[in-house]
């Protein structure tokens, strides 16, 4: 194994195409990457290449589509810590060859690499995640979290009678956290056009070549897919490091 290959990746890619339908009226003239969670000052895709920049990544791929040139004049414009190529996805490739599409620009093809998507707002240690990926000799590792449950939940006990109210407790169940750390053959696995996670990923699974990387304790993740994510996330960052 090559020094470079056994370290961390220093380049990456984020999907930024999407339509962002649900958190219209934001998306009307922006693609959601762009969308500004209140009182933070910086856009969602800004949060993330500064947070990538700071896990030593030093290039990145934005896929772009919807508002695409919304998306590249922002770019253009802003001080960022790190190389941004943008590419744009002319007609639906499906996430997999979007995401595959993307990584044809990605300046060191023979190394590994991170990708996220672009409606991501977290911060934990990539490198973490890059060590636990390469320990694992896996050609894919998914970033895993544990939502909390949007509801209030009851618990009872095996008779029926109630013993406490619980306001929005973690999920038992661990999601795709929307971060990955892909080994250099990956790409070639990915299909030109569908849904990886329907083809390549449960291929991987079956070979034991794919990973999964929970959150640390106290990691701050959320996806923001709606308004009221973006009002819940405003007030879990007043309290929250950015």
């Excluded at 029926?160 to 790409?187: C, K, M, Q, R, W």
């Amino acid at each position: 194994m090559t020094g470079a290959q056994h370290s961390h990746p220093t380049q990456a890619v984020v999907l930024a195409g999407g339509q962002g339908s649900r958190l219209r009226p934001y998306t009307d003239d922006r693609p959601k990457p762009m969308v500004e969670i209140p009182g933070t000052g910086t856009p969602i895709i800004g949060h993330q290449l500064n947070w990538l920049a700071d896990e030593g990544v030093t290039d990145v791929v934005v896929s772009c589509g919807h508002l695409a040139e919304v998306l590249e004049d922002w770019l253009s414009r802003a001080q960022l810590p790190l190389r941004v190529t943008t590419v744009v996805e002319h007609e639906p490739l499906g996430r997999g060859g979007g995401l595959k599409y993307a990584a044809g620009s990605l300046p060191r093809p023979d190394e590994p690499w991170y990708a996220t998507n672009g409606d991501i707002w977290t911060r934990f240690p990539l490198r973490e995640m890059a060590a636990f990926h390469e320990e694992r000799d896996a050609q894919a590792t998914l970033a895993l979290a544990r939502p909390r449950i949007p509801w209030g939940v009851v618990e009872t006990d095996a008779f029926g009678h109630v013993l406490d109210f619980i306001e929005a407790p973690p999920s038992p169940y661990l999601i795709n956290a929307g971060v990955y750390v892909f080994s250099a053959a990956f790409t070639a696995l990915l299909p030109d056009r569908g849904d990886h996670e329907r083809t390549t990923f449960p291929r991987l699974a079956r070979e034991r070549r794919l990973a999964g990387f929970p959150l640390p304790h106290g990691a701050y993740w959320r996806a923001i897919d709606t308004a009221k994510d973006l009002t819940e996330a405003a007030r879990e960052l007043g309290t929250q490091p950015r």
